[in-house]
């Protein structure tokens, strides 16, 4: 959430922040008008308790007919001091419901507009010419049936559409990707992190996934916990509640979870193959740090990601992402999107977003520095999301005869091997 002294200072940033996202900017009036009511019924409040405490000396003290008067009095304050507070906890509560509505202020330097708006930052590495090779390119679910490494007939038969089986040589790629993902964290100085898969509603809406994506997250009702589409929600309430000395941060993990998203309003969308899918593995790099270094650290944060699909050899375009196509809680965002052969056009593989102090505000994680407290920021990047870098490797890295070269960071973690050779069924 934003802070609400922020709020009241300057709500024309706000209400800007709002049209840039394309939300809804009324919400701003209305918060500001509960806010109002929630500290004019506090101040009220206190009032009518201080005057209560003050007659609870007097009335000891007095007799006949003024102490009846006093006691007439401290009948009609115990009735107002009631009906004071309930007053103080509905504006309260309904300024916290319309807080947590409200998305986090968006950069003033990212571009304005919808999913088609963003900005193009930089491109990285040479795509192929097929057609000069001489041959037409194979989709990964072709190349992957070819290598025995995915089977999605299985997997719709198991447990229905976009779920899959990697097996044969796909497991052990994905073990690989995984291994040599953590690998470069930990060099980089993240703590590697196996987190849990389910989470607890404050877990979830702390961290912003209850509002507009909510309709990607699977619900279990009987148990009341939320199965997480990122590692990010465990990693972000990891330290929720608590206060973090500032001579720890920044502090750095990488997470490595299953993720889960109904993927709610994609039908039709990447229906072949394993790029849009209800569950996949993937290393999560998520970072604390003192609000004023965020920026620096979504960029080292983006750095590593680059680093990353650089030593798969992919190309790829960096995009910084239009304020429309933002989670609620990112203040800014860039992608990393990979060329993907058969589709003819970069597709996201990696994304960070720099969430400011946005969720350590909603899960109440706070910095010390000496006798002063504060919220930190928080920001997130993903390092391999498994799926997808499978199906950009297999399409950037086939070869004319159905096989595949193995990237060279992959090899030590596949026993060496350098080319990844189809099977026979």
């Not at 939320?226 to 206060?243: Q, R």
Request: aromatic share 6%; charged share 30%; with cysteine.
């Amino acid at each position: 959430m934003i802070d609400l002294r922020l709020l009241r200072e300057d709500p024309d940033r706000v209400r800007a922040s709002q049209r840039a996202r394309g939300e809804d900017v009324a919400l701003v009036d209305a918060l500001l008008s509960a806010d109002e009511r929630r500290r004019s019924s506090g101040v009220r409040f206190d009032e009518l308790r201080a005057e209560q405490k003050q007659l609870g000396k007097l009335i000891p003290k007095a007799s006949g007919d003024e102490k009846a008067e006093l006691l007439g009095r401290a009948e009609q304050l115990k009735a107002d001091v009631k009906a004071a507070d309930a007053e103080r906890d509905a504006a309260d509560a309904e300024t916290q419901q319309l807080l947590l509505r409200l998305g986090n202020l968006v950069h003033p330097d990212v571009p304005v507009g919808g999913e088609e708006d963003f900005v193009t930052l930089e491109t990285h590495g040479t795509i192929r010419d097929f057609g000069a090779e001489g041959f037409e390119p194979k989709d990964h679910l072709e190349l992957g049936q070819l290598l025995g490494a995915i089977d999605v007939e299985r997997g719709a038969k198991v447990s229905g559409s976009r779920f899959y089986f990697l097996t044969g040589v796909g497991a052990l790629l994905e073990l690989a990707l995984v291994n040599a993902a953590i690998a470069q964290a930990t060099a980089a100085g993240f703590t590697p992190m196996l987190t849990p898969a389910l989470v607890r509603p404050q877990s979830m809406a702390g961290t912003g996934f209850l509002g507009q994506a909510a309709q990607d997250v699977y619900h279990l009702d009987k148990d009341d916990l939320y199965l997480v589409g990122t590692s990010e929600v465990p990693l972000a309430a990891y330290h929720m509640d608590e206060i973090i000395d500032a001579d720890r941060l920044p502090l750095r993990y990488a997470g490595f979870s299953p993720c889960f998203r109904r993927e709610a309003g994609s039908h039709g969308k990447d229906t072949r193959g394993i790029f849009r899918v209800h569950q996949f593995d993937k290393v999560e790099m998520f970072s604390y740090v003192a609000p004023e270094d965020s920026q620096a650290e979504h960029q080292r944060l983006l750095d590593w990601e680059k680093q990353w699909l650089t030593s798969l050899g992919l190309p790829f375009r960096v995009i910084d992402v239009a304020s429309g196509d933002l989670g609620s809680s990112a203040a800014r965002k860039y992608d990393c999107e990979a060329w993907i052969p058969t589709q003819g056009k970069y597709r996201e593989l990696t994304s960070t977003s720099d969430c400011t102090e946005f969720q350590s505000r909603r899960l109440s994680i706070r910095v010390r520095e000496g006798k002063r407290v504060r919220p930190l920021a928080t920001l997130n990047g993903t390092l391999c999301a498994v799926p997808r870098t499978i199906v950009a490797i297999l399409e950037n890295h086939q070869q004319a005869d159905g096989s595949v070269r193995v990237p060279e960071v992959l090899r030590p973690y596949l026993g060496g091997r350098e080319v990844l050779e189809p099977v026979s069924r």
